[in-house]
Every structure is written in structure tokens, then in C-alpha cells.
């Protein structure tokens, strides 16, 4: 039919042309050579945290990666890391080809975090804190820092300052003196973060070169789970899906069982319970001098607090024979519940609630 028309000199019917004409239709893998080991983007809308869209804000399926390279959370989380540094640092580059370099950095064992895999493995319990208003305050009146401050610095041309919350240093101290080791986790940026552990010291030390501080991850490391992903113990046969970027203990330990967060955000937080929240610290008012002598108290004692309840759980740890999670349960969010429910239910005293809470961790609901 088609030799004929030509022979006769009579155009092709437009819908015909139009399909003669038109390109083969792109592939997923064309439009995006990541779409297989990728999780697809969340509408910016749904995204508290970023004004506009992050182009170099990709999230990893991690147990995608953890298959096909034999990499462990650890290294699969670090591939993103990676990829997102080499992304903001040539936004024109072929992501593939960062894709690639940031497998091959991981595989060569360049870990940016610092952590130690052997070092955290063999610990008998694990503490990861979060950083603003957790363990310091960066956001207070300038006005305030230039008198109450624990470092204080010029960064680039403007004057930084940064308040530790009472008792930060004896709780790390106290965890390592226990046999445990510490990690610093912030849901911050980069440059930010890892600027200010340059500047703030323990025994001397910069908090980012500190032997006391077993790995220090920045808002790269923040994972996101499609609900294909099961989470193993808790439920091997539902999917648990991650649509807020969160903080995975999956990364230090694989178990959950040797591992707490410690943290005054519960929105970034999915493993609840593995975690100790805190009231957040607040500087401009802990330093003001017309500060309610009852809410700096309330201040003074919370890290304090932590430490007692770490050292008392790791002495029950020892002396039940338990794992460190379970030893720490009643103190953790979930774990406050059941606690409230076993104390006003059978009269008991806090004591007794933990005891029988250790002794049976189901009476805690495992997650919300």
C-alpha cells in the first residue's frame, strides 16, 4: 500500500507519518541509569526540610545494594554518602559514572563516617547521639554567645557559636568507661556539622578526631525504606516502609540489639524502641540569666540522667545476661509506655516495672 501511494506521489495519512516519525519511547533505565538501585523521589511538598528541591538528594534502596555488592548497611549507606558529596561537588557530571566512583571508594574501604566496623562489632553496647539540641544548641542569640558558649569561632567572616547541654562530656566519658562506644549522628548538613566538632574538644582532642568517638554521620546518611523492605526480627513478613529521611541503627548494628539513640527528635526516628528521647536543649534559655531556676534544672539534669540510666542498664545487661537493648528497654520511648501501663495497672514502683520489663520484652509494643 505504501509503494503504491509513493508510486501514485500521494502523502502518507498524518497519523501513519506521525508513527513512521516518531522516536522509540525512553526507557526508566534511559531516563535515569539509577532507577534500579534508586528509591523514586517524594514530592517536594511533602518535605519540611527543604525549601527547594535537593537535586543532589537522591536516596538509596540499600538492601538493593547490600545484595549486589555484598556490602553491608554500613558500606551501602556510605555508597549514598559518597555519591551525594561528588554530586554537590559537580552537579554536571554523569551520575552514573559518581554512582561507580562511590561504589569503588567504598569497596577500597574509604568509609568518610570513620566508622570502624571491626571496633563497633566487638562493643557490648552501643550509644548514638544526636547533636542540636541534643547534645548542643548552635541557633541562639548572637548576643548570648559571645558570653556563654563552649567554642566560639570565626566561619567565614561571621561569628559561630555553640553551647554543649551540662554534663555531655561525663556521659561520653561514662560510656566509654563502661566498655561501650559513642557515635554522633546529625540530621544537619555537612560543612556545618563536621565544622563544628573541629572546634569543639574533648580531653583536648577535636570531637571529629576524637578516640572516644566511634563514627560521625552527617544528613547523608539518612536513609529512606520502600515497604518491600522487611525489618527481619519485627516482622520478616510486612514491609516496613521509611518516607521521612531517618537515622537507621541498622548501620552500627545489624541486630538492633546492642544499640540505643539517643535523641530530642522523634521525627527522624523510626526504631523506637532503641531510643532514649530527651527534652531538647535550649541555650538562650539555659544561659539566660533570668532563666527559671526550676527549667535550668530541668536542663542541668537531663544528660545526667541518661548517664545514670546507661550505667544502670548495663549493670543489668551483666547481671541478667541480656542483650544491651533489652537491658535499656524501659528507659526507651516504647518502653516508657509499657512501663506507665505495668506500674498504674498493677500498683507497682518503678523498680519493679523495670524488672519485669527485662524479663519480658514483649509487654513493649515493638514499634508504633
Known amino acids: ?84 558529596d561528588a554530586r554537590r561537588a559537580d552537579p554536571t557530571a554523569s551520575e552514573l559514572a559518581l554512582f561507580d566512583a562511590a561504589v569503588a571508594k567504598v569497596k577500597a574501604g574509604d ?11 566487638a562493643a557490648p553496647f552501643i550509644v548514638v547521639f544526636d547533636l542540636d539540641e541534643t547534645l548542643y544548641d548552635q541557633y541562639y542569640p548572637a548576643v548570648l554567645g559571645e558570653a556563654c558558649n563552649t567554642a566560639r569561632w570565626d566561619a567565614g567572616g561571621a561569628t559561630r557559636a555553640v553551647q554543649m547541654a551540662p554534663g555531655w562530656a561525663e556521659l561520653i566519658h ?88 539517643v535523641d530530642d527528635n522523634p521525627t527522624r526516628l523510626f ?24 527549667q535550668r534544672a530541668a536542663f542541668d539534669s537531663t544528660l545526667p540522667t541518661v548517664q545514670r540510666e546507661v550505667l544502670e542498664s548495663v549493670e543489668a545487661m551483666k547481671a541478667g545476661a541480656i542483650p544491651f537493648q533489652q537491658a535499656f528497654l524501659p528507659y526507651t520511648d516504647l518502653g516508657q509506655r509499657a512501663m506507665a501501663a505495668l506500674m498504674t495497672g498493677n500498683t507497682w514502683d518503678a523498680p519493679t516495672a523495670r524488672a519485669a520489663l527485662r524479663a519480658n520484652p514483649g509487654l513493649a509494643d515493638s514499634k508504633y
Open 271 to 294: 526504631q523506637m524502641a532503641n531510643t532514649r528521647v530527651t527534652r531538647k536543649f535550649h541555650a538562650d534559655a539555659w544561659c539566660s540569666p533570668d532563666v527559671v531556676p526550676a
Open 1 to 84: 500500500m505504501l509503494l503504491l501511494l509513493a508510486l501514485l506521489g500521494c502523502p502518507r495519512p498524518d497519523a501513519l507519518e506521525a508513527a513512521i516519525d516518531a522516536p522509540a519511547p525512553i526507557t526508566a533505565e534511559q531516563a535515569d541509569p539509577l532507577s534500579d538501585v534508586s528509591l523514586p523521589d517524594l514530592p517536594l511538598w511533602t518535605n519540611k526540610y527543604a525549601p527547594a528541591r535537593d537535586d543532589y538528594g537522591r536516596f538509596f534502596a540499600l538492601t538493593t545494594l547490600m545484595q549486589r555488592y555484598s556490602f553491608s548497611r554500613l558500606q551501602a549507606i556510605e555508597v549514598q554518602n559518597h555519591f551525594r
Open 174 to 261: 561514662a560510656i566509654r568507661g563502661a566498655g561501650g562506644e559513642v557515635a554522633l549522628f546529625s540530621a544537619n548538613q555537612d560543612e556545618l556539622t563536621l565544622d563544628n566538632l573541629r572546634h569543639l574538644t574533648l580531653d583536648g582532642v577535636a570531637l571529629l578526631d576524637s578516640p572516644d568517638i566511634a563514627a560521625v554521620m552527617t544528613n547523608s546518611y539518612l536513609m529512606m525504606q520502600s515497604k518491600t523492605e522487611g525489618l527481619g526480627a519485627v516482622n520478616p513478613s510486612k514491609g516496613e516502609p521509611v518516607i521521612t529521611p531517618s537515622k537507621d541503627l541498622r548501620i552500627f548494628d545489624a541486630s538492633l540489639e546492642r544499640v540505643i539513640l
Open 111 to 121: 568509609l568518610e563516617s570513620g566508622a570502624n566496623a571491626e571496633r563497633l562489632a
